[in-house]
T-cell receptor, first 115, second 109 residues
Framework: ETGVTQTPRHLVMGMTNKKSLKCEQHLGHNAMYWYKQSAKKPLELMFVYNFKEQTENNSVPSRFSPECPNSSHLFLHLHTLQPEDSALYLC??????????????FGPGTRLTVL | GQNIDQPTEMTATEGAIVQINCTYQTSGFNGLFWYQQHAGEAPTFLSYNVLDGLEEKGRFSSFLSRSKGYSYLLLKELQMKDSASYLCAVRDTDYKLSFGAGTTVTVRA
């Protein structure tokens, strides 16, 4: 399944580094999402973009900065992260977030470790 | 906020049946999803329920009772490859999707 791809799959970074996560969807969807998944915790929605416009920022710290240049690509820029930011970062896409049956399709995630 | 509860872990034998329960308290309801997530992989869509009743898809079935705020995912004829985490997610009236913490199912030979 290569509908939603994410790079890199694994990332180790220091607290002073700047890095970016990339997501690309090949499904022709209009909406893209960033989620954070920590062990034994529910997926936490971070950002939502619909038709390239940010429609949701779920009180995410400013050290996480999203960018959506078009409906197929989504980035998450990281800077001065904390060790508690270590988690699996999942990207998802869907056709229409305003529909009840709208199904989100996920990428494999980036496993981030902050030292 | 939203409250979605599901058991943390379940263990079953190959060929058996396992039922994963999910209860929810959310601000409105616009459907309930089940996802399967193998370790280190993407969550994959299993089912969607918006009306009360049972939806069957091969070995997997999902049930919903809106009045009780309750759903279950039924896995029949368990196979080793069914060992995974199963995520319950509810869409509220603002169309936001909230997830439970997931149930890790271990299938033993």
């Amino acid at each position: 399944e290569t509908g939603v791809t994410q790079t890199p799959r694994h990332l180790v970074m220091g607290m002073t580094n700047k890095k970016s996560l990339k997501c690309e969807q090949h499904l022709g969807h209009n909406a893209m999402y960033w989620y954070k998944q920590s062990a034994k915790k529910p997926l936490e929605l971070m950002f939502v973009y619909n038709f390239k416009e940010q429609t949701e920022n779920n009180s995410v710290p400013s050290r996480f900065s999203p960018e959506c240049p078009n409906s197929s690509h989504l980035f998450l820029h990281l800077h001065t992260l904390q060790p508690e930011d270590s988690a699996l970062y999942l990207c998802a896409s869907s056709q229409d977030p305003g529909q009840g049956a709208d199904t989100q399709y996920f990428g494999p995630g980036t496993r981030l470790t902050v030292l | 906020g939203q409250n979605i509860d599901q058991p943390t872990e379940m263990t079953a034998t190959e060929g058996a049946i396992v039922q994963i329960n999910c209860t929810y308290q959310t601000s409105g309801f616009n459907g309930l999803f089940w996802y399967q997530q193998h370790a280190g992989e993407a969550p994959t869509f299993l089912s969607y329920n918006v009306l009360d009743g049972l939806e069957e898809k091969g070995r997997f079935s999902s049930f919903l009772s809106r009045s009780k705020g309750y759903s279950y995912l039924l896995l029949k004829e368990l196979q080793m490859k069914d060992s995974a985490s199963y995520l319950c997610a509810v869409r509220d009236t603002d169309y936001k999707l909230s997830f439970g913490a997931g149930t890790t199912v271990t299938v033993r030979a």
